[in-house]
Protein backbone atom coordinates (compact mmCIF):
# COMPACT_ATOMS: atom_id res chain seq x y z
CA UNK A 1 0.00 0.00 0.00
CA UNK A 2 1.08 3.43 -1.00
CA UNK A 3 1.77 5.70 2.06
CA UNK A 4 1.61 8.57 -0.28
CA UNK A 5 -1.87 9.99 -0.90
CA UNK A 6 -3.01 7.99 2.13
CA UNK A 7 -5.09 9.21 4.96
CA UNK A 8 -4.07 8.22 8.20
CA UNK A 9 -5.20 8.09 11.97
CA UNK A 10 -2.31 7.21 14.43
CA UNK A 11 -3.84 6.93 18.22
CA UNK A 12 -1.38 7.78 21.15
CA UNK A 13 -0.27 10.60 18.34
CA UNK A 14 0.99 13.33 21.04
CA UNK A 15 4.39 11.59 21.77
CA UNK A 16 6.84 8.89 21.96
CA UNK A 17 6.31 6.61 18.59
CA UNK A 18 2.99 8.20 17.51
CA UNK A 19 4.49 11.54 17.24
CA UNK A 20 7.15 10.23 15.26
CA UNK A 21 4.42 8.19 13.12
CA UNK A 22 2.49 11.69 12.16
CA UNK A 23 5.64 13.10 10.78
CA UNK A 24 7.11 10.00 9.27
CA UNK A 25 3.78 10.10 7.35
CA UNK A 26 3.57 13.87 6.05
CA UNK A 27 6.86 13.13 5.17
CA UNK A 28 6.15 10.12 3.16
CA UNK A 29 3.35 12.18 1.50
CA UNK A 30 0.38 10.79 3.26
CA UNK A 31 -2.45 13.67 2.42
CA UNK A 32 -4.23 13.95 5.92
CA UNK A 33 -2.83 12.50 9.47
CA UNK A 34 -5.55 12.42 12.25
CA UNK A 35 -3.51 12.68 15.10
CA UNK A 36 -5.55 10.84 17.69
CA UNK A 37 -4.68 11.77 21.98
CA UNK A 38 -6.44 11.06 24.71
CA UNK A 39 -5.99 15.04 24.96
CA UNK A 40 -5.91 16.51 21.20
CA UNK A 41 -4.51 19.35 22.82
CA UNK A 42 -1.09 18.02 23.07
CA UNK A 43 -1.26 17.35 19.79
CA UNK A 44 1.39 19.56 17.54
CA UNK A 45 -0.82 22.33 15.27
CA UNK A 46 0.73 21.82 11.19
CA UNK A 47 -0.67 21.45 7.99
CA UNK A 48 -2.68 18.01 7.29
CA UNK A 49 -3.08 16.99 10.63
CA UNK A 50 -6.15 16.94 12.22
CA UNK A 51 -6.22 16.63 15.95
CA UNK A 52 -8.49 13.78 17.34
CA UNK A 53 -9.95 12.90 20.81
CA UNK A 54 -9.59 9.30 21.28
CA UNK A 55 -9.06 7.78 24.90
CA UNK A 56 -8.87 4.29 23.34
CA UNK A 57 -10.61 2.61 26.12
CA UNK A 58 -13.96 4.62 25.72
CA UNK A 59 -16.27 3.09 22.88
CA UNK A 60 -17.86 6.89 22.41
CA UNK A 61 -14.75 7.98 21.49
CA UNK A 62 -13.83 5.63 18.94
CA UNK A 63 -17.37 5.74 17.47
CA UNK A 64 -17.12 9.83 17.33
CA UNK A 65 -13.86 9.19 15.77
CA UNK A 66 -15.36 6.86 12.55
CA UNK A 67 -17.69 10.07 11.80
CA UNK A 68 -14.98 12.12 11.82
CA UNK A 69 -12.63 9.86 9.86
CA UNK A 70 -14.72 8.46 6.56
CA UNK A 71 -11.43 8.73 4.33
CA UNK A 72 -9.46 6.73 6.68
CA UNK A 73 -7.12 4.45 4.48
CA UNK A 74 -4.66 3.59 7.30
CA UNK A 75 -5.13 2.75 11.13
CA UNK A 76 -2.06 2.87 13.01
CA UNK A 77 -2.65 1.34 16.38
CA UNK A 78 0.49 2.58 18.20
CA UNK A 79 -1.22 3.88 21.42
CA UNK A 80 -0.10 1.31 24.21
CA UNK A 81 0.73 1.13 28.33
CA UNK A 82 3.60 -0.72 30.39
CA UNK A 83 3.13 -0.69 34.31
CA UNK A 84 6.86 -2.40 33.79
CA UNK A 85 8.38 -0.90 36.94
CA UNK A 86 5.68 -2.16 39.30
CA UNK A 87 6.01 -5.96 38.02
CA UNK A 88 8.96 -5.37 40.84
CA UNK A 89 7.33 -5.17 43.75
CA UNK A 90 4.78 -8.17 42.26
CA UNK A 91 2.48 -9.38 39.69
CA UNK A 92 -0.51 -7.04 39.67
CA UNK A 93 -3.73 -8.01 38.65
CA UNK A 94 -5.16 -4.45 38.50
CA UNK A 95 -1.86 -3.84 35.86
CA UNK A 96 -2.48 -7.16 33.90
CA UNK A 97 -6.19 -5.67 33.28
CA UNK A 98 -5.36 -2.02 32.30
CA UNK A 99 -2.61 -3.05 30.14
CA UNK A 100 -5.46 -5.84 28.11
CA UNK A 101 -7.03 -3.59 28.15
CA UNK A 102 -5.40 -0.51 26.03
CA UNK A 103 -2.72 -3.30 24.31
CA UNK A 104 -4.81 -5.92 23.10
CA UNK A 105 -8.63 -5.16 23.49
CA UNK A 106 -8.52 -1.70 22.13
CA UNK A 107 -6.62 -2.28 18.97
CA UNK A 108 -9.24 -4.63 18.20
CA UNK A 109 -11.86 -2.56 18.88
CA UNK A 110 -10.71 0.77 16.56
CA UNK A 111 -10.11 -1.82 13.98
CA UNK A 112 -13.35 -3.65 13.70
CA UNK A 113 -15.08 0.21 14.24
CA UNK A 114 -12.70 0.94 11.10
CA UNK A 115 -12.82 -1.78 9.39
CA UNK A 116 -16.25 -1.12 7.25
CA UNK A 117 -14.63 2.47 6.40
CA UNK A 118 -11.21 0.73 5.00
CA UNK A 119 -13.03 -1.69 2.87
CA UNK A 120 -15.10 0.72 1.72
CA UNK A 121 -11.71 2.82 0.80
CA UNK A 122 -10.55 0.04 -0.96
CA UNK A 123 -8.88 -1.92 1.35
CA UNK A 124 -6.23 0.25 2.71
CA UNK A 125 -4.09 -0.79 6.08
CA UNK A 126 -4.06 -1.47 9.49
CA UNK A 127 -0.60 -1.51 11.55
CA UNK A 128 -0.66 -3.03 15.39
CA UNK A 129 2.20 -1.78 17.52
CA UNK A 130 3.42 -5.36 19.54
CA UNK A 131 7.09 -5.93 20.81
CA UNK A 132 9.48 -8.60 21.27
CA UNK A 133 7.54 -9.10 24.15
CA UNK A 134 4.87 -10.33 22.23
CA UNK A 135 7.28 -13.85 22.26
CA UNK A 136 9.11 -13.45 25.47
CA UNK A 137 8.59 -12.59 29.16
CA UNK A 138 10.83 -11.39 31.75
CA UNK A 139 10.26 -11.04 35.76
CA UNK A 140 9.34 -7.19 35.51
CA UNK A 141 7.46 -7.38 32.20
CA UNK A 142 4.55 -10.44 33.03
CA UNK A 143 1.26 -8.92 32.53
CA UNK A 144 2.42 -6.36 30.02
CA UNK A 145 4.38 -9.28 27.74
CA UNK A 146 1.03 -11.23 27.95
CA UNK A 147 -1.23 -8.32 26.83
CA UNK A 148 1.38 -7.91 23.65
CA UNK A 149 1.14 -11.72 23.18
CA UNK A 150 -2.39 -11.30 23.14
CA UNK A 151 -2.04 -8.45 21.15
CA UNK A 152 -0.12 -10.41 18.40
CA UNK A 153 -2.71 -13.38 18.30
CA UNK A 154 -5.58 -11.20 17.84
CA UNK A 155 -3.76 -8.91 15.33
CA UNK A 156 -2.86 -12.45 13.33
CA UNK A 157 -6.28 -13.86 13.56
CA UNK A 158 -8.13 -10.30 12.55
CA UNK A 159 -5.60 -10.50 8.92
CA UNK A 160 -6.98 -13.80 8.44
CA UNK A 161 -10.69 -12.19 9.13
CA UNK A 162 -10.05 -9.16 6.68
CA UNK A 163 -8.14 -10.81 4.48
CA UNK A 164 -11.25 -10.64 2.13
CA UNK A 165 -12.22 -7.28 2.24
CA UNK A 166 -8.38 -6.64 1.11
CA UNK A 167 -7.35 -4.99 4.34
CA UNK A 168 -3.55 -5.23 4.81
CA UNK A 169 -3.16 -5.81 8.75
CA UNK A 170 0.84 -5.38 9.84
CA UNK A 171 2.30 -6.96 13.21
CA UNK A 172 5.53 -4.47 15.07
CA UNK A 173 8.22 -6.25 16.56
CA UNK A 174 10.69 -4.08 18.59
CA UNK A 175 12.84 -4.14 21.41
CA UNK A 176 13.41 -0.90 23.20
CA UNK A 177 13.12 2.28 21.63
CA UNK A 178 14.00 5.66 23.08
CA UNK A 179 10.40 6.96 24.49
CA UNK A 180 8.94 7.80 27.72
CA UNK A 181 8.02 4.26 28.14
CA UNK A 182 11.65 3.41 28.37
CA UNK A 183 13.17 6.36 30.40
CA UNK A 184 13.48 4.67 33.55
CA UNK A 185 15.30 1.74 32.19
CA UNK A 186 19.15 2.53 31.66
CA UNK A 187 22.64 0.47 30.17
CA UNK A 188 20.45 -0.79 27.25
CA UNK A 189 20.66 0.04 23.58
CA UNK A 190 17.64 1.50 22.47
CA UNK A 191 16.21 2.25 19.07
CA UNK A 192 14.80 5.83 17.63
CA UNK A 193 11.46 6.19 16.92
CA UNK A 194 12.40 7.97 13.48
CA UNK A 195 14.38 4.38 12.67
CA UNK A 196 11.20 2.23 13.74
CA UNK A 197 8.73 3.99 12.21
CA UNK A 198 10.53 4.34 9.09
CA UNK A 199 11.03 0.68 9.09
CA UNK A 200 7.28 -0.06 9.55
CA UNK A 201 6.47 2.31 6.76
CA UNK A 202 8.63 0.37 4.60
CA UNK A 203 6.80 -2.41 5.89
CA UNK A 204 3.46 -1.05 4.73
CA UNK A 205 3.99 -0.16 1.31
CA UNK A 206 5.64 -3.46 0.85
CA UNK A 207 2.57 -5.30 1.93
CA UNK A 208 4.52 -7.09 4.92
CA UNK A 209 2.24 -8.22 7.22
CA UNK A 210 4.88 -8.45 9.89
CA UNK A 211 7.87 -5.78 10.27
CA UNK A 212 10.44 -6.97 12.63
CA UNK A 213 11.99 -3.35 13.54
CA UNK A 214 15.01 -3.74 15.15
CA UNK A 215 18.04 -6.36 15.29
CA UNK A 216 16.54 -7.66 18.51
CA UNK A 217 13.52 -8.68 17.28
CA UNK A 218 15.27 -10.25 14.33
CA UNK A 219 17.49 -12.43 16.72
CA UNK A 220 14.54 -13.43 19.26
CA UNK A 221 11.79 -14.60 16.35
CA UNK A 222 14.99 -16.64 14.55
CA UNK A 223 15.64 -18.01 18.25
CA UNK A 224 12.01 -19.01 18.93
CA UNK A 225 11.92 -22.68 17.85
CA UNK A 226 14.57 -23.06 19.97
CA UNK A 227 12.94 -21.93 23.16
CA UNK A 228 14.51 -18.63 23.53
CA UNK A 229 10.93 -17.76 25.72
CA UNK A 230 11.50 -20.64 28.11
CA UNK A 231 14.98 -19.46 29.47
CA UNK A 232 15.97 -16.18 31.61
CA UNK A 233 17.23 -13.21 29.10
CA UNK A 234 20.34 -11.77 30.61
N1 LIG B 1 9.19 2.20 23.78
C1 LIG B 1 9.46 0.91 23.60
O1 LIG B 1 10.54 0.42 23.97
C2 LIG B 1 8.46 0.01 22.91
C3 LIG B 1 8.91 -1.25 22.51
C4 LIG B 1 8.01 -2.13 21.88
C5 LIG B 1 6.71 -1.72 21.66
N2 LIG B 1 6.29 -0.48 22.08
C6 LIG B 1 4.89 -0.13 21.85
O2 LIG B 1 4.84 0.98 20.98
C7 LIG B 1 3.68 1.78 21.26
C8 LIG B 1 4.09 3.21 21.53
O3 LIG B 1 4.96 3.21 22.65
P1 LIG B 1 5.81 4.48 23.11
O4 LIG B 1 7.15 3.96 23.45
O5 LIG B 1 5.68 5.60 22.15
O6 LIG B 1 5.06 4.81 24.49
P2 LIG B 1 4.90 6.17 25.28
O7 LIG B 1 6.00 7.10 24.94
O8 LIG B 1 4.72 5.76 26.71
O9 LIG B 1 3.52 6.75 24.70
C9 LIG B 1 2.35 6.03 24.90
C10 LIG B 1 1.24 6.68 24.09
O10 LIG B 1 0.04 5.92 24.30
C11 LIG B 1 -0.98 6.83 24.68
N3 LIG B 1 -2.03 6.22 25.47
C12 LIG B 1 -1.92 5.57 26.65
N4 LIG B 1 -3.14 5.20 27.10
C13 LIG B 1 -4.03 5.61 26.17
C14 LIG B 1 -5.43 5.55 26.03
N5 LIG B 1 -6.21 4.95 26.97
N6 LIG B 1 -6.02 6.09 24.94
C15 LIG B 1 -5.26 6.69 23.98
N7 LIG B 1 -3.94 6.82 24.06
C16 LIG B 1 -3.32 6.28 25.13
C17 LIG B 1 -0.25 7.92 25.45
O11 LIG B 1 -1.07 9.05 25.57
P3 LIG B 1 -1.00 10.05 26.86
O12 LIG B 1 0.07 11.06 26.55
O13 LIG B 1 -2.37 10.63 26.93
O14 LIG B 1 -0.65 9.21 28.05
C18 LIG B 1 0.96 8.11 24.55
O15 LIG B 1 0.62 8.89 23.43
C19 LIG B 1 3.01 1.09 22.46
O16 LIG B 1 2.00 0.23 22.01
C20 LIG B 1 4.15 0.30 23.10
O17 LIG B 1 3.67 -0.78 23.86
C21 LIG B 1 7.15 0.39 22.68
Redesign the pocket.
Known sequence: MQIKGSVALV?????????AFVQALLAAGAAKVYA????PA?IEAQPNVIPIR????RPEDIAAAVAKAPDLTLLIN?????GMEGQQRGISLETLRHEFE??AV?PLATSQAFAPILAANGGGAIVN?????SWINLPDTVT?SAS?AAAWSLTNGLRLHLAAQGTLVVG???????????RRIEGVP?AS?HDVVQRVLEGVINDQPEVLADDTSHQLKQNLSNGVYLRPIS
Open positions: TGANRGLGKAARDTLDVTNAGVSINAMHSVLYKVHVAFVDTDMTKP
